[in-house]
């Protein structure tokens, strides 16, 4: 109910939700985004990418239709509808980027293969800085300018290093 609460109020009264005291909280994504990741890190083990040998098929499907089918529903989405060229990008990114913790909590009250989904997550989101760039420049590129080696930098700056960090 508080995120619903939450949610509404920030479409119907933005200016309350974009600075604090003359602080822009915009700043506050990239840092809160590293501590999340940094968390995730923490939380992962070298008994999470197990999966890779247990059942390397159901990994590479997994991570090949992630890499294919969302990225391509987003850019069919932009197509279809028309979007203006910003709005038709970031429905393509959101398809290109690794799913990450939401799906793992997904499959968990699903009652899902909760190994396969970690060993899914895990692998699209050390490939993201790799994989995204390269699926927005295709898609994304038609819509913008994708600058492939800054995304990728951004990438690894907000998700790989602080994974990695968290892991060790």
Known sequence: IWIFTAV???MFYPQYFMNVGG???KKLI?????????????????TDFAGIIKMPKGVLVGVGSHYLIMPLVGFSIAKIFSFPPE??????????????????????LA????ALAVTVG?????L???VTPTLMKWLGGQFIEVN??????????MIILPLVAGFI
């Open 8 to 10: 509404t109020a920030s």
């Open 23 to 25: 602080f822009e909280l």
């Open 30 to 46: 990239v840092p809160l985004l590293q501590i999340i990741m940094f968390g995730m890190g923490s939380q992962m083990s070298f």
């Open 87 to 108: 709005i038709a990008a970031g429905i393509i990114l959101i398809g290109c980027v690794p799913s990450g913790l939401a799906s793992n909590v997904m499959s968990f």
């Open 111 to 114: 009652r899902a293969n909760i």
């Open 122 to 126: 895990a692998i699209s989101t050390l």
């Open 128 to 130: 993201s800085p790799f």
């Open 148 to 157: 492939f080696w800054s995304m990728m930098l951004d990438i690894m700056n």
